[in-house]
Structures are given as structure tokens and as C-alpha cells.
């Protein structure tokens, strides 16, 4: 059985950092394409990061700069550092693994941030 598990959300002042894990099982994510996404309420989900590899990334226009995903082969576990935090910033985030870059097969139950003052 495939899971993953994300956590590391919560509330957070604007400016402020959050890093989010997703701890995977069932997979290796060494063989998977991992990505992240943030959902709002009555909103599109949005694809925020993936990774390929440790090198092969991709990030939304929205978070250049701000957010970092990497990954840990020994923990089967995939992170989201976000740094400078703003209120836009404010949505579930769901962690997804796929087969190909542009597939997600298996997803997270999501954990919430909120970016307010």
C-alpha cells in the first residue's frame, strides 16, 4: 500500500518560514517524480515544486526564490522549505509522487498553512 504522509504546516506570520515533509512508503521515491501542490478553498490546484532528482527541479513563477524542495533517499522523504512567507501563500499542500514528470499517481492527505498577522 502506497502512502504519503505530509506534515509540517500550521500557522505562520507573514515573512516567516515553514518547511513541510512528506514521508512516502510502499515507493522508493528515488524512482519517482515528487512534486508539491497548494490548494484553496474553491480554487484550481496549483503545482508549486517538483523534482525529478536532487538536481532536476522545477518551481512556480509565484514561490522562485522562496521555496526549495529536496529530497532525503535514506528517509524515503521529500521536503518543501519555505521561506519569506506571504499571505498568498495561504492553502493546503499536498505532496504527489508520479512515474513521469508530468504524472502524479499517489497523494498525500494534506496539511494546512496559513500565512496571517
Known amino acids: 500500500q502506497v502512502q504519503l504522509v505530509e506534515s509540517g504546516g500550521g500557522l505562520v506570520q507573514p515573512g516567516g518560514s515553514l518547511t513541510l515533509s512528506c514521508a512516502a512508503s510502499?515507493?522508493?521515491?528515488?524512482?519517482?517524480?515528487m512534486s508539491w501542490y497548494r490548494q484553496e478553498p474553491g480554487k484550481q490546484r496549483e503545482l508549486v515544486a517538483r523534482?525529478?532528482?536532487?538536481?532536476?527541479?522545477w518551481y512556480a513563477d509565484s514561490v522562485k526564490g522562496r521555496f526549495t524542495i529536496s529530497r532525503d533517499n535514506e528517509k524515503n522523504a521529500v521536503f518543501l522549505q519555505m521561506n519569506s512567507l506571504r499571505s498568498e501563500d495561504t492553502a493546503a499542500y499536498y505532496c504527489?509522487?508520479?512515474?513521469?514528470?508530468?504524472?502524479?499517481?499517489?497523494w498525500g492527505q494534506g496539511t494546512q498553512v496559513t500565512v496571517s498577522s
Open positions: 504527489g509522487a508520479g512515474s513521469e514528470w508530468d504524472s502524479t499517481n499517489y
Open positions: 523534482s525529478a532528482t536532487s538536481s532536476v527541479l
Open positions: 510502499g515507493i522508493l521515491i528515488r524512482g519517482y517524480v
